[in-house]
């Protein structure tokens, strides 16, 4: 029921060659249907939103593009002052943090999410496309501890060490927890690490013929990644 008066399916059909158009003022297409069909996996960290488009005339003129969310709630509104011309890519407008938005992106909130775009003053606007953009942030990887799960005849107030990577090769900070007393208890921290092998001394692992709980978290600023909870004994 929202389309642009001229050739509204050339917005939608996949082409930057071939242009909707309209030069009425506060008109809208509304595009539905995005042909996102897969999600690569990871943490949505971004989600972004761009058109192709110029306008024939000589007068400063301009498109809105408004996503919409759920297919009801509307986002905040983007403005693309169109070349004179020759039709060219705005840049992209970054929608995740929008009004309405989802506070944690799915990729259902990404394969729903549709898109207006408003014809502004003054002379006739061209669009041939919108296109979305999704980051992903792929969350820490977590290895390799020392003392290994189960380890036993370990000594008291031993010195553990993990290995942390990031897919992304964002900094990392890395928080060690252990429940020696009843609950998890952060014990230490490594800040703004790269890729590699990180350690910290359990002090609190102060007595003989006990089994011990530790594990860490890793964020990346992004998303986190906890450990599996491993355990060591000291003593024999």
Request: hydrophobic letters at 30%; charged letters at 15%.
């Amino acid at each position: 029921g929202e389309e642009w008066s001229s050739n509204p399916e050339y917005m939608v059909d996949g082409s930057v060659d071939r242009f909707a158009s309209s030069s009425t003022n506060s008109d809208v297409a509304l595009c539905t249907g995005n042909s996102l069909s897969s999600a690569p996996g990871g943490l949505i960290s971004k989600v972004e939103i761009r058109a192709h488009g110029y306008t024939s005339g000589m007068l400063s003129t301009s498109v809105v593009l408004r996503p919409v969310f759920g297919g009801t709630s509307d986002g905040d509104t983007h403005c693309f002052y169109l070349p004179m011309g020759e039709g060219e890519w705005s840049c992209w407008y970054d929608i995740t943090g929008d009004t309405n938005a989802p506070s944690s992106w799915s990729w259902s909130d990404v394969s729903d999410l549709d898109c207006d775009v408003v014809k502004q003053p003054a002379d006739t606007a061209y669009v041939s496309q919108v296109e979305v953009r999704v980051t992903y942030n792929h969350l820490s990887g977590i290895g390799t501890p020392v003392p290994f799960d189960g380890c036993v005849n370990v000594s008291i107030s031993p010195a553990l060490s993990i290995n942390v990577s990031d897919a992304d090769g964002d900094s990392m900070n890395i928080t060690w927890y252990s429940n020696s007393s009843g609950s998890w208890v952060s014990f230490g921290t490594n800040n703004s690490v790269g890729n590699g092998t990180y350690h910290q001394t359990m002090f609190n692992a102060s007595v003989n013929g006990c089994w011990w709980y530790w594990k860490v978290n890793v964020s990346d600023g992004s998303g986190y990644t906890e450990s599996e909870v491993y355990r060591f004994y000291t003593g024999v």
